[in-house]
């Protein structure tokens, strides 16, 4: 009776610990199998197309972001809402988008979240205003949202404007999915999953900084060449230096070269030798 009792207890010990790696494994092999598979042509002339940045990048980041948007395409789940329609053109420019924040880092994939809604356009959302300690709300004009451990919501309008200028600093698919990478620590907060205790400290150290200069330029309309959307909290100034960081490295890194090294070691990509 207690060899039994003692098998069974080994079975269980041995299922906790193996279960999860036989899980891992496969999802990897399984990514490995996705990221193989041949890129349509069709596809990637779309992409040459529609987001300039995919021809900018060397050729062997234009093949990794191709077999990551096969992974991605894979996990993800994209829900159209006011009347939009999914094809595949949407599936791809949020996708290639998406992975190219991710393309040299060691990733899961954006976990714990699997829906991406589409809008045609920009949408109303009811918002939160809280002023000093009076919470109202009112509806909003949005062209994207990213919810704590939910859905990232973006207008379609907004991802084809990003996509189209790689210029312009400003990029919906690239705000909502560094909220994303920023609350894989379950908080977002503007500090991402980092690897050191320097890391973190050197992170806090340049962002911080920067976001309370931000903060002092906005509050008195002073110049600024970030974008001011930045000043409402950390986590939204983490989203539009990222904007920048992809869009306008040349400016960042010579305005901002502290940010500029924290964002270019995290994303582990440089986008001014692009
Ligand atoms: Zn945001």
């Known amino acids: 009776m207690i060899y039994a009792l003692l098998g ?6 041995a299922g906790f610990f193996l279960v999860p790696r036989v899980i891992r494994l496969r999802k990897q092999k399984r990514r490995e199998e996705l990221a193989a598979q041949p890129f349509p042509e069709n596809w990637r ?3 040459r197309q529609r987001f300039p940045l995919y021809k900018q990048l060397p050729v062997q980041l ?38 190219l924040l991710i393309l040299n880092k060691a990733t899961d994939f954006y976990p714990g979240f699997r829906t991406i809604l589409v809008y045609p356009d920009v949408y109303q959302a009811q918002a939160l205003q809280n002023q000093h300690g009076v919470v109202s709300q009112h509806q909003q004009l949005r062209a994207g949202e990213s919810w704590h451990r939910g859905p990232v919501v973006v207008a379609w309008s907004s991802v084809v404007e990003g996509a189209e200028d790689p210029e312009d600093g400003a ?11 920023d609350e894989e620590d379950s908080v977002m907060d503007g500090t991402p999953v980092l690897e050191t205790r320097q890391q973190y400290s ?3 150290r340049a962002f911080s900084t920067e976001y309370e200069q931000l903060v002092e330029q906005v509050a008195h309309h002073h110049a600024h060449d970030i974008d001011a ?14 904007e920048a960081f992809f869009e306008q490295p040349q400016q960042m890194s010579q305005q901002h070269p502290a940010l500029y090294q924290q964002l270019r070691d995290f994303y582990a990509l440089d ?4």
């Not at 069974?8 to 010990?13: A, D, K, P, Q």
């Not at 959307?229 to 990222?242: D, I, K, L, N, R």
């Open 229 to 242: 959307y930045g000043a409402h909290s950390p986590a939204e100034f983490f989203a539009v230096v990222t």
């Open 171 to 181: 990029n919906v698919v690239f705000h909502e999915f560094s909220h994303k990478l």
């Open 271 to 274: 986008p001014l030798c692009w």
């Open 62 to 99: 234009q093949s990794r972001l191709e077999g990551f948007i096969h992974i991605f395409l894979d996990e993800k789940v994209f829900l159209g809402r006011g009347g939009m329609t999914i094809n595949d053109e949407v599936r791809l420019l949020i996708s290639a988008q998406a992975c």
């Open 202 to 204: 050197e992170w806090v």
């Open 45 to 47: 002339e779309l992409l």
């Open 8 to 13: 069974c207890l080994v079975v269980i010990i």
